[in-house]
T-cell receptor, first 114, second 114 residues
Framework: KAGVTQTPRYLIKTRGQQVTLSCSPI?????VSWYQQTPGQGLQFLFE???????NKGNFPGRFSGRQFSNSRSEMNVSTLELGDSALYLC?????????????FGPGTRLLVL | AQSVTQPDIHITVSEGASLELRCNYS??????LFWYVQSPGQGLQLLLK??????LVQGIKGFEAEFKRSQSSFNLRKPSVHWSDAAEYFC????????????FGDGTTLTVKP
């Protein structure tokens, strides 16, 4: 099976712009989670989607949003970018996001905000 | 809410020496515990996981971890470290109802001396 894929891998934006990141989960996985990784804050949970519905949400401002499509692919959007949004954004998928499951991570999208 | 502490930010060991990376968790019930490894610029790769049962779990690349409920710990060990093990290691905790939302420690960076 193909692993979790994320596009693009690298992105440079300027403050105030918006950005959309994409994640394709492992085939058959319906739960998709997003994490932000920065040197200062470490790995922080953003949100989880299951069956096109946001099921869990972390402690991030409303500028961070996401959605999931019927084929389980997910996108996350960050509006009005700030310098502090520079980070590695990781996507993870699992079959249902419940029970004894493992999350499988993609390679990440590295976002640089100038 | 669950939390994870990795007390060692950085560890240096000589190639061939043994390794132990510490992880302490906080969670009211039996947690689901994971160790991941991340090479520079890459996503997270699962090394091993614990859900229940035998408290000593074997993983990939010769790693093992032991769950000690009395100490709220899940330390990662390897008997003989290879230069290719140099990377950042993350301990994470999940729960049965929120497998799509993991809480990560701050990570331990491993340097291997020749």
């Amino acid at each position: 099976k193909a692993g979790v894929t994320q596009t693009p891998r690298y992105l440079i934006k300027t403050r105030g712009q918006q950005v959309t990141l994409s994640c394709s989960p492992i085939s058959g996985h319906r739960s998709v989670s997003w994490y932000q990784q920065t040197p200062g804050q470490g790995l922080q949970f953003l949100f989880e989607y299951f069956s096109e519905t946001q099921r869990n949400k972390g402690n991030f401002p409303g500028r961070f949003s996401g959605r999931q499509f019927s084929n389980s692919r997910s996108e996350m959007n960050v509006s009005t970018l700030e310098l502090g949004d520079s980070a590695l954004y990781l996507c993870a998928s699992s079959p249902s996001g419940q029970g004894r499951e493992t999350q499988y991570f993609g390679p990440g999208t590295r976002l640089l905000v100038l | 809410a669950q939390s994870v502490t990795q007390p060692d930010i950085h560890i240096t060991v000589s190639e061939g020496a043994s390794l132990e990376l510490r992880c302490n968790y906080s969670y009211g019930a039996t947690p689901y515990l994971f160790w991941y490894v991340q090479s520079p610029g890459q996503g997270l790769q699962l090394l091993l996981k614990y859900f229940s049962g035998d408290t000593l779990v074997q993983g990939i690349k010769g790693f093992e971890a032991e769950f000690k409920r009395s100490q709220s710990s899940f330390n990662l060990r390897k008997p003989s470290v290879h230069w290719s093990d140099a990377a950042e290691y993350f301990c994470a905790v999940g729960t049965p109802t929120n497998a799509g939302k993991s809480t990560f420690g701050d990570g331990t960076t491993l340097t291997v001396k020749p």
